[in-house]
């Protein structure tokens, strides 16, 4: 089984799926391209997520992933849920495939996204603050140096590097300025059209 | 749990005339058929037994047949093998744009020493037109190769038409015919091919007992270099076991060949049937007529292969699906890609392929447990709650 139980068990029983039509932010984080999308809801209470709902386009792992954030970040203060990292996510899954890491493993980010979108939605000014949140800048620091599809060291330029496991060609993302397939006509990770 | 396997394309069982057939080769009758004494020449016929058994199965003779042990390396064999034979000729190769990655990757390889290739496109449902080989070959083109029939979206293609017009400028001609072997009809002279390649693993024969129908008097330069086995253009110590039960496997696929594809195809339509009238959303992938008798695959709009494939296993349903999740690579399968699908559509890719032994007991469990699962998946899945409130019902 290329799953541990926790994953399957997440995936046949996932918890608190679904939506929030009054929710009071909304994060969303992938594209089908890569395979996995994911939107979470959130209402926040005293500053504490008295509610998280999620929908999950995408593999087992993607949806176990999402079901397991809820669950960890329930109840937490934003602060909190800001610190959970996706890499804590799949260590509480049992761990994941190494090559669903990056392309599956987004439940935090989503989260995050959602958290971002409640605070600007109530304090504009806030947003500037959250940027620099050291799990998002942590994050993409990762990414930077990763094959985003098996997560092995990339060689070559910085603009232009190829990952000799996959025997795929990188460019930067002009819009998010991650690495992407060059010979796909959407960037992986955020899905902006790449001019070729 | 009762288990409906219907992922034939992976693998099949053996059968158990095979495994009976194979059982003396991996026990007393050990012998290395180059052996001049005894214990080598009863291995050596039956080696060449099965070597007639499966030139039958294609209507070769049997000095045109070459064991391998799979069909990625019959198809390796027969690219790299004739195309560098016939280097003096050219270097450029014509292959569809759906072949099996041990073609393409295969093609790829043979860049790095001089050679190109040109991908020709397919229709909609997966075609390869013939106009569209013959536009795409080059006076220096030495190889085509387009399979017999895909076993993702199960288009059978009109190799016979495209060998016709390659033959007509000398092109050699090659066609995997790995998912095509045992349920299609084959015979070389009719599809007027120079090469190809089949597997037992496909019709109910061993796994690593595979074989290359290499036309007579046709150049091919060995990929294994070594002794004089296999008339020396294979080398290596024969896999006996192997190669006897895929020569069984091959006289089994000849006598009930007709017979096994008409109870598939029948099954296979009820299925197609069953989903369309069941669920929404659906796309058949491939044509509805013209396809592999014993397969039936589908894009399921707003879900992901990966998370139908677990979901239909825990339901005791064995099925596969070309989804970028389901791949090890995360790449959406080539072949829907080339087909025109979107790569959201790709995603909900799923493939059941039938069994001789598949019942319509077996298919309408299927019908009954499918929809559901589907029904689960798009109530989690944002694409789906983002069509429902453009398109409120």
Aim: hydrophobic content about 40%.
């Amino acid at each position: 089984m290329i799953y541990s139980d926790k994953v399957m068990d997440h995936f046949a029983n996932p918890r608190n799926v679904g939506t929030l039509p009054d929710a009071d932010g909304v994060g969303q984080v992938g594209n089908p391209v890569c395979g996995d999308m994911m939107t979470f809801y959130i209402k926040v209470k005293d500053d504490r997520l008295s509610e998280i709902k999620f929908q999950t386009f995408g593999c087992g792992a993607a949806i176990a992933v999402s079901s397991m954030v809820t669950g960890m970040a329930l109840g937490k203060t934003l602060e909190e849920a800001m610190a959970i990292t996706n890499e804590k996510v799949a260590e509480e899954l049992g761990g994941l495939p190494k090559n669903k890491m990056h392309c599956s493993n987004l439940g935090a980010d989503a989260l995050h996204e959602a958290i971002k979108d409640y605070r600007h939605k109530s304090a504009p000014g806030a947003r500037d603050a959250v940027s620099a949140a050291p799990a998002q800048a942590h994050d993409e620091h990762d990414e930077a140096c990763c094959c985003p599809y098996c997560e092995g060291p990339l060689e070559g330029m910085e603009e232009v590097c190829s990952c000799s496991h996959c025997d795929i060609d990188f460019i930067e993302c002009p819009a998010c300025g991650k690495y992407t397939n060059k010979a796909e006509a959407a960037c992986v990770a955020c899905g902006a059209k790449i001019a070729k | 749990m009762r288990r409906i396997y219907l992922d034939h394309i992976a693998a099949t069982p053996l059968h158990p005339e095979a495994l009976a057939a194979m059982l003396p080769f991996l026990k007393e009758r050990f012998g290395n058929p180059q052996s001049l004494h005894g214990e080598g020449q009863s291995v050596l016929e039956a080696v060449e037994e099965a070597r007639g058994q499966v030139a039958r199965l294609i209507g070769a003779t049997a000095a045109e047949i070459i064991f391998t042990s799979s069909g990625s390396e019959s198809n390796n064999l027969a690219v790299k093998g004739l195309a560098l034979a016939g280097r003096a000729r050219g270097t450029h190769l014509v292959l569809s744009a759906i072949e099996h990655l041990s073609v393409l990757n295969a093609a790829k390889s043979l860049e790095k020493f001089g050679f190109r290739s040109t991908l020709v496109p397919v229709d909609g449902a997966g075609t390869v037109r013939p106009e569209s080989v013959e536009r795409a070959l080059a006076k220096d083109t030495v190889l085509v190769s387009v399979m017999l029939a895909n076993s993702e979206v199960g288009t059978i293609e009109p190799v016979a038409e495209i060998a016709k017009l390659c033959r007509a400028k000398s092109v050699l001609v090659h066609t995997d015919a790995v998912a095509a072997a045992g349920s299609l009809p084959l015979d070389v002279q009719a599809l007027g091919v120079d090469a190809l390649s089949l597997a037992g693993d496909q019709f109910y024969g061993p796994k690593g007992g595979a074989a290359l129908f290499i036309k007579k008097g046709t150049r091919l330069l060995p990929q294994i270099d070594g002794g004089i086995q296999e008339s020396g253009r294979r080398g290596g110590t024969e896999n006996v076991a192997a190669i006897v039960g895929l020569g069984k496997a091959a006289e089994i696929a000849l006598a009930r060949r007709a017979e096994r594809a008409a109870k598939a195809a029948e099954l296979r339509d009820r299925l197609i049937d069953g989903f369309s009238r069941k669920i929404g959303h659906v796309l058949l992938t491939g044509p509805r007529a013209g396809r592999l008798p014993h397969q039936a695959s589908f894009c399921i709009q707003f879900v992901e292969g990966e998370a139908m494939l677990l979901s239909l296993d825990m339901k005791g349903i064995a099925v596969s699906s070309g989804s970028a999740c389901s791949s090890k690579a995360l790449k959406a399968s080539h072949v829907l890609l080339a087909l025109g699908l979107d790569h959201a559509t790709a995603q909900g890719s799923v493939v059941f392929s039938l069994l001789e032994d598949t019942t319509a007991e077996d298919i309408d469990d299927v019908i009954e447990f499918f929809p559901p699962i589907i029904e689960r998946l798009r109530k989690m899945s944002p694409l789906y709650t983002a069509y429902l409130k453009e398109n409120p019902q």
